[in-house]
């Protein structure tokens, strides 16, 4: 007898493409009128970007998605006895494919009911919620789209719940950036309730910045694809090929930074917008910080933002550390 295939769960959706439509806008608006320009990391992830992001993952010199994921793989058990996790909520989920060593870890334990990805794709979420329905069928999966940054969506009141913000993406962010986000998940939990993220640690120039400079280009494919996101979506002429990729080591603030170098002046006219920008030869524009961390700096975040640490777990060789939090 052939058993019938589980009906697909859908996705609460709290971000519309007019949503999607409307931030993308604003930003490129601010960023290419600011000086010096910038733009917001998270426009590299169309399809295409997210397709090479999966490739740098892979890549010799990135090493914080294998060290993470060594990292959960060796704390799994560890964090899901520490935190008797009931429900487990993602921030920018993915494919919640690390994600599955947590959820292995809370199975084992007996105390894991929930699984609430969020990310802000509906249709990469609807397939990973999918997928992880029949992965998991003792486990309910309720997956968010929404961004991340909307606390009061993105993390929904369960019981027992331990937040996960993998990835190093808090280093994306700037410090006040993450005061206000770190401040907003500990007053979206309840005391003793849990928080776990997961950062780069601060490591020696010459293995941080070929991380974020590979031999093979991919990561400046990468890095230049956001200009082909804002031509195809906003109508603008920029060509990516007459910008070169640039990644700097930022010694006092402890971050890298992604920047796309104008090989020429030019002037881009971004048609959506009504907007004519003007580039100098050599002009540098911004594309992503990618935040260090030393131990006693993110616990002291945290702290201030109202949780206790717990626990940090590191790999052999302190480049990444994933960090176990209580709302005080």
């Not at 920008?277 to 201030?304: C, H, N």
Request: no cysteine; glycine share 8%.
């Amino acid at each position: 007898m052939t058993s019938t295939p589980p009906a697909a769960i859908p996705v609460q959706v709290h971000l519309t493409d007019a949503d999607i439509d409307a931030a993308l806008v604003a930003d490129v608006r601010a960023g290419l009128t600011a000086a010096p320009k910038h733009l917001p990391p998270k426009w590299f992830y169309d399809a295409r970007g997210s397709e090479l992001f999966e490739e740098i993952t892979a890549l010799p010199e990135y090493y914080p998605t294998r060290t993470e994921r060594a990292v959960l793989a060796a704390a799994a058990d560890t964090i899901a006895a520490s935190t008797g996790m009931q429900t487990l909520v993602e921030l920018g989920s993915g494919s919640s494919e690390k994600t599955r060593l947590l959820l292995d870890a809370g199975v084992r334990a007996g105390t894991l009911t929930t699984y609430v990805p969020q990310d802000v794709s509906v249709s990469a979420l609807q397939g990973a919620v999918d997928e992880l329905t029949v992965a998991y069928p003792a486990l309910s999966v309720e997956g968010i789209a929404s961004d991340f940054s909307d606390l009061s969506v993105s993390i929904p009141d369960r019981p027992g719940r331990t937040v996960a913000f993998l990835g190093g993406t808090l280093g994306n962010l700037t410090p006040a950036e993450r005061a206000g986000f770190l401040t907003g998940i500990a007053d979206a939990l309840r005391p003793g309730e849990h928080l776990l993220i997961g950062v780069g640690l601060v490591v020696d120039e010459s293995i941080v910045v070929p991380a974020y400079d590979d031999a093979q280009g991919v990561t400046a494919a990468f890095n230049k694809n956001v200009l082909s996101v804002i031509d195809g979506r906003l109508h603008a002429d920029f060509d990516p090929d007459a910008f070169d990729h640039v990644a700097l080591w930022d010694a006092e603030n402890e971050w890298i930074e992604m920047r796309l170098r104008a090989q020429r002046a030019m002037t881009v006219h971004v048609a959506d917008l009504d907007l004519e920008v003007e580039f100098a030869e050599g002009e540098e524009m911004r594309t992503e910080i990618s935040a260090k961390f030393r131990v006693e700096g993110i616990t002291e975040e945290l702290v201030a933002a109202g949780f206790d640490v717990t626990r940090v777990f590191t790999d052999t060789d302190d480049r990444f550390a994933v960090v176990l939090a209580t709302r005080a």
